[in-house]
Each structure stands twice: as C-alpha cells, then as structure tokens.
C-alpha cells in the first residue's frame, strides 16, 4: 500500500503561481509512474500531468501545456506540479496519483485515471 499526501493548494490571483507537492509513503516511488489529476465542481476528473517511472519523460494535458510542469525527485519520494499564469479554469481539486504496473516500461506516461493504483486525498486550488 501507497499513502500519497498532496500539499501546497491555496488562493491564487490573476497570473500567479503554486507549486503542488505530493509525498510517497514508500521507497519504491521510484518504481512508479506518478501523475496529477483534477476535479473542477460538476465536472469529471481531468488528467493533468504525469511523468514516467524513470522520470525520463513527461506528458501533460493540451489545458495546460506550457504553464504547468511535473517534476519528481527520487530521493525525496516527491512530486511536484509546477503551476504558472493560472487562470480561472485552473480552479479544481488537485489529485496525485500513481501506477505501480508500468516498471518494465521506462519511457511510458499513463494518461488514464484507470491506470492508476493509488491516489492522494486532494488539494484544492482557487483562482
């Protein structure tokens, strides 16, 4: 079992910035592909980000190309979601997860909330 711990959500103004944490209980987060979701109210969890195990490659959602970026350091079994020029839209939940199936697989960035095993409890980000 995985215990993730996001932090770091807050009220942000026109053009600001939040870098989202997300804490691993285990050492083998090293092991797993990692990436952020979000839920906006009355509408469905959206994929944000996410980085492959060997954190040699990312992918993030068209929204936010460009002003987010996903990062993880091993050593601190942390990932981050670096958050630039939010706007209105950016307003949602904000959802750490990770995948433990895709180790064989250095480069691959799962995408889909179903190929995820664990997830954080959320943190809310406000414009």
């Known amino acids: 079992q995985v215990q993730l711990v996001e932090s770091g959500g807050g009220l942000v103004q026109a053009g600001g910035s939040l870098r989202l944490s997300c804490a691993a209980s285990r050492r083998t987060f090293s092991s797993y592909a990692m990436g952020w979701f979000r839920q906006a109210p009355g509408k469905e969890r959206e994929f944000v980000a996410a980085?492959?195990?060997?954190?040699?490659?990312?992918f993030h959602a068209d929204s936010v190309k460009g002003r987010f970026t996903i990062s993880r350091v091993g050593t601190k079994n942390t990932v981050y979601l670096q958050m630039n020029s939010l706007k209105p839209e950016d307003t949602a939940v904000y959802y750490c997860?990770?995948?433990?199936?895709?180790?064989?697989?250095?480069?691959?960035?799962?995408?889909?909330?179903?190929?995820?095993?664990?997830w954080g409890q959320g943190t809310q980000v406000n414009y």
């Open positions: 980085v492959s195990w060997s954190g040699d490659n990312t």
């Open positions: 997860a990770a995948a433990n199936k895709y180790d064989s697989r250095r480069y691959y960035v799962p995408t889909g909330s179903g190929e995820y095993d664990y």
